[in-house]
């Protein structure tokens, strides 16, 4: 959340499950250059393209489909994924590809007894953990490049 609280002017943002796009577009909202959500929903997809229309956000691009989408290298500063354990394992090395230099992976959606298997899969990958918050059962990670 705290993220979004920030100036963003001239950075770029990748959101993986975006939802209903509303973290794609405070990000524009808050002067993102570039900001790309990814859903894999076609319903959910729908209504964030809806979304978008009715925030006048229309710099906001939005992808229907998975990982597969993304195929900029280095392309942004901030990637967020909000999705189950399995599909982070899986896509966690296309979020390191399309990741710039001293940018961040925000991952969400998992239990804090995953911690151990993503970040053993972030180290992998050259990835380093900056912080984590855990809420009852729910875990957030923040990684950045070494």
Same mark, same amino acid.
């Given at each position: 959340?705290?993220?979004?609280? @920030? @100036? ?6 990748? #959101?993986?499950?975006?939802? !209903? ?16 959500? %990814? ?9 964030? %393209? +809806?979304? =978008? ?17 993304? !195929? ?5 500063? /901030? %990637?967020?994924?909000? =999705?189950?354990?399995? =599909?982070? *394992?899986? #896509?966690? $090395?296309? /979020?390191?590809?399309? *990741? ?9 959606? /998992?239990? @804090?007894?995953?911690?151990?298997? *993503? =970040?053993? $899969? ?11 918050? +855990? ?5 957030? *990670? ?5």
């Amino acid at each position: 959340g705290r993220l979004l609280n @920030n @100036n963003l002017e001239g950075l770029s943002l990748l #959101d993986m499950g975006t939802g !209903t796009g509303i973290l794609a577009i405070l990000a524009a909202m808050r002067g993102a250059e570039k900001v790309v959500g %990814v859903e894999i929903d076609p319903a959910a997809y729908e209504n964030a %393209v +809806d979304n =978008i229309k009715l925030n006048d956000t229309p710099e906001v691009e939005l992808r229907l489909g998975g990982a597969e989408t993304v !195929t900029e290298t280095g392309a942004f500063d /901030f %990637v967020m994924a909000n =999705i189950n354990r399995n =599909i982070l *394992l899986a #896509d966690m $090395k296309s /979020f390191r590809s399309v *990741l710039n230099e001293g940018g961040y992976l925000i991952l969400s959606g /998992f239990y @804090n007894e995953d911690i151990p298997v *993503l =970040i053993e $899969k972030a180290e992998e990958l050259g990835l380093r953990e900056v912080n984590r918050r +855990d809420d009852e059962s729910w875990a957030c *990670l923040i990684l950045t490049t070494p």
